[in-house]
């Protein structure tokens, strides 16, 4: 059974910094793609990156793009989000997802009906 579980948000003050890890038991460490999603209030569902397990070749959506980076450490089968420069529009609740799918064949690989495994989420507040 495959289990995506989201952890480390939390409070930050703009211009910090947070990490999240996404413990993804049950998936295949170097099979297709495993991305990062998040929803703020009153807004739809937004991906924002996405890493692919079979090269770690990555995207980000320019909301993100040189402020946050996806890794992923295949020996533990986790996926971490960086975020550095954090903003006050960046607080949501923060949720990992998987696919089978090959990120290379996927766009945007962002896209939210690519992904069928979705954890629990993890809320990221930021404050001004």
């Known amino acids: 059974e495959v289990q995506l579980q989201a952890s480390g948000g939390g409070l930050e003050q703009a211009g910090g910094s947070l990490r999240l890890s996404c413990a993804a038991s049950?998936?295949?460490?170097?099979?297709?793609?495993i991305a990062w999603f998040r929803q703020a209030p009153g807004k739809e569902r937004e991906g924002i990156a996405s890493?692919?397990?079979?090269?770690?070749?990555?995207y980000y959506a320019d909301s993100v793009k040189g402020r946050f980076t996806v890794s992923s450490d295949n020996a533990k089968n986790m996926v971490y989000l960086q975020m550095n420069s954090l903003k006050p529009e960046d607080t949501a609740v923060y949720f990992c997802?998987?696919?089978?799918?090959?990120?290379?064949?996927?766009?945007?690989?962002?896209?939210?009906?690519?992904?069928?495994?979705w954890g629990q989420g993890t809320l990221v507040t930021v404050s001004s």
């Open positions: 997802a998987g696919t089978h799918i090959i990120m290379a064949t996927m766009y945007p690989p962002t896209r939210r009906d690519y992904y069928y495994y």
């Open positions: 049950g998936f295949p460490s170097d099979d297709g793609t």
């Open positions: 890493i692919s397990r079979e090269d770690g070749s990555t």
